[in-house]
């Protein structure tokens, strides 16, 4: 079923894991990266800044597209936490739904 379409998964294995060597890039004739940019890894780099979170919710008819304005301060694997000062609302926004994000200052993004 997976021919050559995607990759197959790699992990760490067990004897690096028990030598505490578990920074070590495991590939498959790929080179990664030791410092991978996931979306969280990013907004958590930026907690504090105004950001305009885009999300869509494509079941919904009222909800189908939203922007959330306002200060990160919180990313999870899986959520975003956005507070807006100007209602004093806070929102708690599902990774799977947001599009993209925009900020109006620089954003930090490598280490």
């Known amino acids: 079923m997976n021919g050559s379409y995607y990759q197959n998964p790699v992990f760490i ?10 920074d070590s890039v495991i590939t498959t004739g ?3 990266p030791m410092e991978q940019s996931y979306i969280e890894n ?19 008819i009222e909800w189908r597209d939203r922007v959330f304005s306002g200060f990160i301060e919180e990313a999870g694997r899986d959520n975003l936490i956005i507070s807006d000062p100007e209602t004093g609302k806070w929102y708690l926004i599902l990774m799977i739904y947001l599009d993209f994000v925009e900020f109006d200052e620089k954003i930090i993004y490598g280490k």
């Not at 294995?13 to 578990?22: A, I, K, S």
């Not at 800044?49 to 079941?59: G, L, Q």
Request: proline share 0%; hydrophobic share 25%.
């Open 42 to 60: 990013i907004l958590r780099r930026n907690k504090g800044k105004k950001v305009r979170a885009h999300v869509s919710f494509s079941d919904s």
């Open 13 to 22: 294995n067990d004897f690096e894991r028990e030598n505490g060597d578990e």
């Open 30 to 32: 790929v080179t990664y």
